[in-house]
C-alpha cells in the first residue's frame, strides 16, 4: 500500500480518483482549499485544507502524512474565464504547480501524476489525436496546462522526477451510488446542461454548429467515463511507483460522439427527450476531437470499459439525485 496525496482530491475527477485509489488499497491524503471542490467528496482519508501555492502548508502536509506520489488534480478548469481572468489561471496553475513540484523535490518524492488535457494540443491537425501531435494551445487554460508539462519535464531531467501527464479528452460520467459526480459552478459542459434541460433548471440546450464537416454537421466530442480516468490514474501512480519509464499519454475511447448523437442517447437512456434549438457556432470550437488512446492501452494496460449510455445513465442518476438533495 502506498501513500498518495490528491490535490483537488474534492473535485470531480480528483474525488473519482481517490475513490479508485482506495479501492485498490492505497492511502489517499486529500489537499483542497474547496475553491472548486466538495466536503461531501472527502470520503476516503484525511483531508489536508491548503493552498497549493501555500508552500508552508503543503511541507506540513508532507511531513505529516510523508506521501510516495503526488496526484495533481488541483487546477482552475473553465477555458472561457481563463481568456477573461488569465492572470489568475497562471498564478493558481502553474505557480501552484512549481510550489508543489519544490515541495515534492524536498521532500524527495519522485512520482509525479498530472491531471493534463488534449486543449494542450490546440486546433487538430489530424484526427484521432496522438501523443505526437504538436501542442499548441489555443487557451490560456491550454497553455497553462501545458507550461506544467513542460516544468515537470525539466525537473524529471534536472532532479530525477518521474511523471505521467494524463492528457484528458472530455470528462464525463459519475459514481453515484459513492455520491460524488460533476458538480461545477458554473456549469459549461454538454452532459449535465442538457440534463439540467430535463430537470427544469434550463430552459433549453443550444446546439453550437450545425454546419461542421462531421457526419450530421455538428461538433463531435471523445466522451469518457470518469471511472476510466480514474482506473489510468491508479495504473500511472503504480507504474511509476514501480520504476516504471515516465510517459504522456491520452484518455478517451478513441470513438467520437456528435452533439446530436448524444441526445439521441440521452433520450434513449432516460426516456426524455432534451428541447434543443440551434445556435451560431462558438469561437473557439473545433469541429471534431478524438483520442488516439493506443498508447494508454500499451503502456498502462487501460482500456475504457463504459460507453456513452453508461456515462449518461450514471449523470442521469447523479443529476437526479443533487436535485432532490441527496446527494454526498
Known sequence: MATI?????AGYVGAHCCLALARAGHKVVVYDNFSNGHRQFVKWGPL????IRDKARLVAAFAEYKPDAVLHCAALIEVGESVKHPDRFYDNNV??????????????????????????????QRLPMDETHSQNPVSP?????????RASRDMAAAYGLQFAHLRYFNAAGAAPEEGIGERHTPETHAIPLALFTL???????????????????????????????????????E???????????????????????????????TGKSVPATPAPRRDGDAPALVADNSLARR???????????????????WHERVEAGTFG
Open 239 to 269: 507504474r511509476l511507483l514501480a520504476g516504471g519509464a515516465s510517459l504522456a499519454a491520452n484518455l478517451g475511447t478513441g470513438d467520437g460522439v456528435t452533439v446530436r448523437e448524444l441526445l439521441d442517447a440521452i433520450a434513449r437512456v
Open 141 to 149: 487554460y491550454g497553455w497553462t496546462k501545458l507550461m506544467v508539462e
Open 299 to 317: 503502456e498502462l494496460a487501460w482500456t475504457p470499459m463504459r460507453g456513452i449510455d453508461a456515462i449518461i445513465a450514471d449523470a442521469w442518476e
Open 5 to 9: 496525496l490528491v490535490t483537488g482530491g
Open 48 to 51: 489536508v485544507e491548503g493552498d
Open 95 to 124: 505557480t501552484g504547480a512549481l510550489v508543489l513540484l519544490d515541495v515534492m523535490r524536498e521532500a524527495g518524492v519522485n512520482a509525479f501524476v498530472f491531471s493534463s488535457t488534449c486543449a494542450t494540443y490546440g486546433e487538430p
Open 199 to 237: 430537470l427544469g433548471r434550463r430552459e433549453g440546450f443550444k446546439i453550437f454548429g450545425q454546419d461542421y464537416e462531421t457526419r450530421d454537421g455538428t461538433c463531435l466530442r471523445d466522451y469518457v467515463h470518469v471511472l476510466d480516468l480514474a482506473d489510468a490514474h491508479v495504473r500511472a501512480v
